[in-house]
């Protein structure tokens, strides 16, 4: 059989980003994939090599196997807070995955769904409110159990997700008011998932943020993040969603853009890379990242102008993989807990491990993101925690389905949610 | 009598050895003489003595090393380290009548001091062994690390002659700390002694000894050295007396560690009759084989060093003592560790009594590939 | 007397060794198709093999009836931990069937009371720790590689780490262990007490790299945690200032912990990478740390450095909090794989020589690297003497360069046989340093250590192609340079 060598567009995986794997091996016990499944097929070493492996004409690229392993991967980046060596995999990995979808061509179902969802579900907030209140509603009907039934078992995984309490898509006013004395203005990002299903959840960062003196403007010139896109491999709308918020948010006189979604957050920091093939808006990109900060990250940098109330409560935090993996921040979040009085703040084991949410990974590979929940929600039982503390939609999803078919009543909070609670209770 | 060689070189000793197995004449080793009493006692034709094999060849005292000739006898080794304030950290018995080098190490022969400073298998980092084909082989090297090929050190540690003789090793040495002392508390219960030695072994304290003796009016003995800063030191005689008070015992000071300890460590050469068994124990299993020995026997003197698991039972009553040593044996080995009987004066005692070895198969083939005509040290070890 | 084996290769191999495999062990355990051997042909070292298979075992019984199979057929057997060798001692050489032990990777006992785990040989090295922590309790031997190398293959190569210095490598903490022959035999040896009967075939096997057979249940010493702790980094303006103040510390009579060296070029790579402090300007940096009970560690450490200020130290810098020494360490231990920052490639050695030798061969180690034009960095045990230079090179340049590398390799290593030292103090010969062991070894001595070889594995089955030097791999000058 004659070999395509290497790939097949520019966006592939970069030699010289793979260059620096020495395939040392440090990497293998933080992936939750090769915990799991114990192959090197399915670890960051084994993925690294399979793209070298297309690189040096040993694999094609539009093969089975270098897909499905693309594919297994949760892109939780726990790899690169291992690599001494400072290999970009998150980079890697999306570029491998944009490679998969231009060398293969996917049966029409799968075409169809993936356009379905990347352009016409994810990027249009109204739909996604209406799809989570459907799902909601579907959930409370016994949809669940139809959808199984009819044997369409990943729909009904994905309704699984869905949250217990009712989402509200209450659209938030423009602009909070700092209270106090004003230390700053930041420009909140709302998100697509966020705003869809826990639109309190950016109502609750607004005023946590106010209450600490930064006045906080919501603009509406902003679109999806483009996050799932990039994850997913799709470069191309990841590209044009990016130039879109850069156009809509860059004018704005604010000392950051705030984001409480790690996931966002992770991809909105990653516009420059995003973008560095084109010269017009590289730059741009750069710039634009640099002003990105998460919540929890800006609010630890001012630090809290105002102590909350307490919290009587015993909660362990789980780390977002995109957080604290995709931007190195663990410190910040654990930090502001500990400023809540009475709040007992109990170690998590595995709390650096992704959830199996992991974006689309629910969907896609609904086999391990399930077991990789089902560790996820006994670690949190043994913990002994009365409440999951993170800092992530998709997180928050995903481990409050695991806790629920594990039968533990613990419930999971966004660690905005619980600050504003503490400060609700002064 | 067997005839007497004493090879004043390596070469000389496997010369000695090929001629030995070209005859198919078997061969005793000796070094000091001073472990006869190992194994069962049978004739052989040639008594191999290690004896003109002596002195130091190389010392840096910067690098913490030293190599010797394998007939040097170790207190010489000691006084000679001594001088450059250094020592070897092994405190084998039988030192005083002349135990050598060699012999430490054929027989694995160890003090109190393992738990802490390690034992041979620990300490020595090369040896030169001469064998029945005449050849001599090196194995290890003379640097504190070193893992090219295979540890062959360890297969002649406590292989008793039986593979080939020994006749020169390096040895990884220590500077002599500068404050040793000791001390002892004594308690009623086994498991009183054992409980406090045991508190100690999970402290990062790192006694030079932790022995409990079975007295002669039938008490338990804790007795601990501890050497290094004086800071340490001093903590590691705080924590027994703490121990101690906590099961109702007083501790009192030794002056001269190595008095105390001296005669604990002899309790083989002190034992003329009955017989002593040695068993190596899983830590937590030795109360249980202290109390076994005292239903066998209830005069039975027991020294064990606690924090390694090694206790020396001096069965005295000389009527029952074969069954007393066949039950300690199986006592030893249903307790996950082994025994063997070091020293008896009785007949019909068979000193490593039940079953062979696991991997006895291997022992076999790697005696038969070292020693193809069987003449090295006939009966001496477990595989007869 | 010859000291060389006769080269083994594979019987069966190819898809009817797939099927054979399948047939016995069903498919999940076996790996066949060409993508997923592909991914078994590399460790942490430079040289890379295919396998035939790759197996994955869930348990001894499934080991034993591999290897009765491949007894049959004639088919090498290659364990694998985690793949983090540095001597490719898990790479198929000779082809034959990779054992991954990924499945096999419990505890299967915390013996508290005894001060023993028994543990299968998949279990990562801090893992053990880890579970251990809570009992007050840790396993002592810390490759720098510890967060993801494995129990099986720490024992296999007898490894070492920074903490060794003062408390023993791995083969001072392994009590027992449970073999599958190349015959497929089940073997139990040695147990949680100190010593069992016979010779120390525990002690023999520790170590011997696959060679003797296959690793798959360990029993290990556990040791109490040191109630305290000090760690102390010092920059030197030299490297001769840093290698003699190693010396003056053990002339001292202080026996740290550990002691660890690096250079200018390793720190550099470090602190782009871990970020760990060290000082950008030092020509040498060491870190020495003192443990045990908290009376007169404070003053142990004061000692400590008034010799490294006589010593011109430039900047003395001790950790306070436990935050602050985890870091000093994570740019030791993530050293050798933050040149993945400088360089492509880095082939590392391993040699060991007496301390007092270390200023002349560290002068020597920087003119190899000066006429062969490679950058070489240093990072090492200094207190037990054991260098692991990191020559730096590009492997897309071809096997020419491949070999210049290994050139310059063998230089180092002569010099360390030449002051009395090792080719290998803790990373195990594997397939890399085969050629040189007659540097080290007579044949008269390699040929004692094939009797070994021949009793445990007298099919030859068990890792053929490493260790020994075989005629075709090595080219006259390592068999004629025996000594």
């Known amino acids: 059989m004659i070999r395509r060598r290497g790939f097949p567009n520019a966006d592939a995986p970069l030699p010289e980003l793979i260059s620096r794997c020495v395939h040392c091996g440090l990497c293998l016990p933080t992936c939750p994939t090769f915990a799991e499944l114990g192959v090197e097929m399915d670890s960051p070493r084994g993925r690294i090599r399979l793209m070298k492996n297309v690189w040096d004409g040993r694999l094609d690229a539009d093969s089975a196997a270098f897909a499905d392993h693309m594919a297994k991967c949760l892109d939780c980046r726990a790899c690169e807070t291992a690599c001494p060596s400072g290999v970009s995999f998150g980079k890697l990995m999306e570029a491998a995955r944009s490679q998969v979808l231009a060398a293969r061509r996917p049966n029409l179902a799968e075409a169809l769904l993936r356009r379905a969802a990347f352009r016409g579900l994810i990027t249009s907030p109204a739909r996604l409110a209406l799809f989570a209140r459907f799902g909601y509603l579907s959930k409370r009907l016994g949809a669940r159990t139809i959808l199984r039934a009819i044997g369409m078992k990943r729909l009904a995984e994905l309704l699984d997700l869905v949250p217990e309490k009712a989402p509200t898509s209450a659209a938030l006013p423009a602009r909070f008011a700092a209270i106090g004395t004003k230390r700053g203005t930041v420009a909140l990002f709302t998100g697509c998932v966020m705003r869809a299903a826990f639109a309190d959840t950016n109502a609750a960062t607004a005023r946590v943020l106010a209450r600490n003196g930064i006045e906080v403007l919501v603009p509406a010139t902003q679109t999806c993040c483009g996050a799932l896109h990039a994850h997913a491999g799709e470069r191309g709308g990841a590209r044009e969603l990016a130039k879109r918020n850069i156009s809509g948010l860059e004018p704005l006189a604010v000392d950051a853009f705030i984001v409480n979604a790690a996931g966002c957050g992770a991809n909105l920091k990653e516009y420059g890379w995003l973008l560095k093939d084109d010269q017009e808006w590289a730059e741009r990109g750069e710039r634009f990242s640099a002003r990105v900060k998460d919540a929890s ?130 | 009598m067997p005839r007497v060689e004493r090879p004043a070189t390596p070469e000389a000793c496997a010369d000695a050895l090929r001629a030995c197995a070209e005859d198919r004449r078997s061969v005793r080793v000796r070094g000091g003489g001073t472990k006869d009493h190992l194994g069962t006692r049978r004739e052989t034709d040639v008594m191999l003595e290690t004896a003109g094999l002596d002195g130091i060849i190389d010392h840096v005292p910067a690098d913490l090393t030293v190599t010797v000739r394998a007939g040097m006898s170790f207190a010489a080794l000691r006084d000679a380290l001594a001088k450059h304030g250094q020592f070897l950290p092994l405190d084998p018995p039988h030192v005083a009548r002349g135990a050598t080098v060699g012999g430490i190490i054929a027989t694995n022969s160890n003090g109190f001091g393992r738990y802490r400073y390690g034992s041979v298998r620990d300490l020595l980092l090369g040896v030169r062994v001469a064998l029945p084909d005449g050849t001599i082989a090196r194995a290890g090297g003379r640097v504190v690390k070193n893992v090219a090929g295979y540890d062959l050190n360890k297969l002649f540690i406590g292989s008793f002659g039986t593979l080939g003789v020994v006749v020169e090793a390096t040895f990884k040495i220590l500077p002599v700390p500068p404050v040793a002392k000791a001390a002892s508390a004594t308690f009623t219960t086994p498991g009183d002694a054992f409980g406090a030695a045991d508190a100690l072994v999970r402290t990062s304290l790192r006694p030079t000894a932790i022995v409990v003796e079975r007295t002669e009016d039938r008490r338990w003995r804790l007795a601990i050295a501890a050497a290094g800063e004086a800071a340490p030191v001093d903590r590691a005689m705080a924590e027994l007396g703490r121990l101690a008070a906590a099961r109702g015992a007083s501790t009192e000071a030794i002056g001269d560690p190595e008095a105390a300890l001296g005669p604990l460590r002899e309790i083989v050469d002190a034992a003329t009759g009955g017989a002593v068994v040695r068993a190596a124990l899983p830590l937590s299993a030795q109360t249980a084989f202290a109390e076994a020995a005292v239903r066998v026997d209830r005069g039975a003197r027991i020294v064990a060093d606690a924090a390694s698991g090694i206790a020396h039972v001096h069965l005295r009553d000389e009527a029952g003592v074969v069954a007393a040593a066949d039950g300690l044996l199986a006592k030893a080995r249903v307790l996950g560790g082994s025994a063997r009987v070091e020293r008896t004066a009785v007949a019909g005692l068979d000193p490593f009594g039940g079953p062979e070895p696991a991997g006895a198969f291997l022992m076999r083939r790697l005696k038969e590939a070292f020693d193809p005509n069987g003449i090295l040290e006939p009966a001496r070890s477990a595989l007869g | ?172 903490h392994v009590t027992g262990l449970e073999l599958v022959l190349s015959d497929g035999s089940i073997v139990r040896l040695g147990g949680k007490a100190l010593e069992y009967d016979g010779y120390d075939l525990v002690g023999t096997f520790v170590g011997s790299e696959g060679t003797l057979g296959i690793i798959t249940e360990i029993t290990v010493k556990l040791t109490p945690l040191p109630e305290d702790k000090r760690t102390l980094m010092a920059a030197f303006p030299t490297m001769d200032d840093a290698s003699n103040t190693v010396s003056a510390i053990i002339g001292a009579g202080i026996v740290p912990s550990a002691m660890e060296m690096m250079d200018q070029l390793s720190t550099q790579a470090v602190e782009a990478s871990v970020g760990a402090g060290y000082p950008l300007d030092a020509g040498g940096i060491l870190l020495v740390e003192v443990d045990g009970v908290r009376d007169g560690l404070d003053d142990l450490l004061e000692r400590i450095e008034v010799i490294c200020r006589a010593a011109h130290a430039q900047e003395l810098r001790v950790a306070t909090t436990a935050l602050e020494r985890d870091k000093l360490w994570a740019g030791r231990k993530g050293a050798f794989a933050a040149m993945g920052r400088l360089a492509s490639d880095y082939y590392v050695q391993d040699g060991v020589i007496p301390r007092t030798k270390l200023p002349q061969v560290l002068r020597h180690v920087i003119d190899v690297g000066e006429r062969y034009g490679l950058r070489i960095a240093n990072v090492f045990h200094a207190g037990d003497g054991n260098l692991h230079p990191l020559i730096m090179f590009d492997g897309s340049k071809g096997p020419a360069e491949v070999e210049r590398v290994k050139e310059a390799g063998r230089e180092i290593l002569e010099m360390c046989i030449q002051v009395g030292g090792s080719i290998t103090g803790e990373h195990g010969v594997g397939m890399e340093k085969t050629c040189y062991m007659p540097l080290q070894y007579s044949p008269v001595d390699m040929a004692v250590m094939h009797r070994v070889k021949d009793a445990f594995d007298p099919l030859g089955l068990a890792n053929p192609g490493k260790i020994f030097p075989t005629p075709g791999r090595c080219k006259e000058f390592s068999l004629n340079a025996a000594r």
């Open chain 1, 297 to 426: 990250e800006y609010l630890a940098a001012v630090g809290l102008a105002e102590r909350p109330g307490p919290v009587r409560a015993t909660a362990a935090y789980d780390d977002p993989c995109h957080l604290i993996h995709g931007q190195k921040i663990s410190a910040q979040p654990r930090a502001l807990l500990a400023a809540i009085p009475e709040l007992r703040l109990v170690p998590l084991a595995e709390a650096d491990w992704c959830c199996g949410s992991a974006g689309t990974y629910n969907v896609t590979q609904p086999e391990l993101a399930a077991r990789l929940g089902h560790r996820k929600a006994q670690h949190i039982v043994r913990s002994g925690a009365e409440m999951v503390v993170t800092a992530n939609p998709g997180c928050q999803m995903q481990i409050e389905a695991a806790l629920r078919r594990e039968g533990a009543r613990v419930p999971v909070v966004h660690l905005m949610d619980l600050l504003d609670r503490a400060y609700a209770s002064r």
């Open chain 3, 1 to 172: 007397m010859t000291a060389a084996p006769p080269i083994v290769r594979a019987g069966l191999r190819g898809a009817a060794l797939a099927s054979g495999l399948r047939d016995l062990l069903g498919s999940e355990k076996v790996l066949w198709a060409r993508e997923d051997l592909l991914l078994y042909e590399y460790d942490g070292a430079v040289d890379i093999a295919t396998p035939d298979a790759v197996v994955l075992p869930n348990e001894t019984a499934d080991v034993a009836k591999l290897a009765r199979f491949c007894a049959e057929h004639a088919v090498p057997l290659v364990p694998r931990g985690a793949g983090t060798g540095l001597s490719g001692g898990a790479i198929p050489v000779e082809g034959g069937v990779v054992i991954s032990f990924a499945r096999m990777s419990r505890i299967l006992e915390l013996d508290v009371a005894n001060l023993r785990a028994v543990v299968q040989p998949g279990l990562v090295n801090l893992h053990l720790s880890t579970a251990a922590a809570p009992h007050g309790l840790y396993f002592v031997p810390d490759p720098s590689s510890q967060k993801a190398c494995t129990l099986g293959g720490n024992v296999a190569e007898n490894s070492g780490g920074p903490h060794t210095l003062a408390y023993g490598v791995t083969t001072n």
